[in-house]
């Protein structure tokens, strides 16, 4: 979910990287939703801020029942930073899940920004669960085989990883490990539990609850130019990045379990502080609090 454009361009993609790691087309070779189950929608919305200034928004639609899930998800860049580096995604995945555990059978992928126009992919799973991808453009030759080298079979997508965490139980919430294909590069997450961290009335956002602050770690392995590799190995941290969310329980009545939401996010990138705030929430029509509704208006 990480976008390539100019180094502001770079910033308003990792502010939206920050919201997609928050959070979570249309066949394949697994089944997708049984439409006779009884289904949960979600609807999140968050506006991201960096430095305090509106950057970006970002919409998700979840769809799932005991079975089987769909994903869309769109950014687009607001303010000051849609003039200089305008962008904007639209990402969706659909899938099937065994035991709750998000199996992905087609991710598709476009992006319409300044510098490098309009782009799509795709990954589709086969019957052995390898991916393949297919682009509307041309990577390098290094990029290609570092990703050849690099895919495996279940590899997820960056919507189903998203799933996988929010279906977690309380006592296995933020401890997952992922190594995530999004069509362009192969990075690793890396989640940990910090702490319960309720939200109050002073803080952003529309959601007051139960919170449970997680942190994680970004790390990119395939997919990047030598340039960029050899840029990264000289960073202290060797090009892994560390993000905040809180993670909120929710009961979906519909399938009869709790699922974690992510409720807000936080970051420094390049010494700037970005933050993602909810700013609706609506689960199967009903809004999670009155400050919700009035923000879906």
């Given amino acids: ?13 990792g502010a939206t990287g920050v919201a997609a790691l928050l959070c979570a087309a249309m066949l394949g070779a697994t089944s997708g939703r049984a439409a006779a189950a009884p289904e949960e929608r979600l ?39 849609n003039f200089i580096a305008s962008t904007k995604f639209d990402a969706s995945v659909v ?4 035991k709750f555990k998000p199996a992905p059978a087609r991710y598709d992928m476009q992006t319409d920004g300044l510098w490098k126009g309009k782009r799509k992919h795709s990954i589709e799973w086969n019957a052995k669960r390898t991916p393949k991808i297919t682009r509307s453009w041309q990577l390098g030759d290094y990029k290609t085989q570092s990703l050849a ?9 960056p919507l189903s990883a998203l ?5 977690q139980t309380a006592g296995r919430l933020c401890k997952d490990k992922f190594r995530v294909l999004d069509g362009k590069t192969v990075y690793d997450l890396v989640y940990s539990y910090q702490k319960r961290d309720d939200f109050g009335g002073e803080d952003p956002g529309v959601y007051r609850g139960e919170a449970h602050k997680c942190q994680i770690s970004y ?28 993670m909120a329980p929710v009961n979906a009545e519909n399938i009869g379990r709790k699922v974690f939401v992510p409720v807000g996010g936080a970051s420094n990138m390049d010494g700037r502080q970005i ?19 009035m923000a879906k208006k």
């Fill in 1 to 13: 979910m990480f976008q390539s454009f100019s180094s502001t361009a770079r910033r308003a993609a």
């Fill in 163 to 167: 799933l996988t965490a929010s279906f």
């Fill in 149 to 157: 080298k690099t895919i495996r079979a279940d590899m997820p997508d």
């Fill in 275 to 293: 933050h993602a705030h909810l700013v609706s929430a609506v689960l199967s029509g009903k809004a999670l609090n009155e400050l919700s509704v």
């Fill in 95 to 98: 899938g099937a899940l065994r």
């Fill in 219 to 246: 790390r990119p392995i395939a997919g990047l130019s030598v340039k960029k590799l050899q840029k990264l190995q000289k960073k202290p941290n060797k090009g892994r990045e560390a993000f905040t969310i809180w």
């Fill in 43 to 81: 609807f999140l919305k968050y506006h991201i801020r960096a430095s305090g200034m509106r950057v970006a928004t970002l919409r998700f639609e979840i769809a799932f029942d005991a079975r089987g899930y769909e994903v869309q998800s769109s950014m687009k860049t607001k303010g000051l930073l």
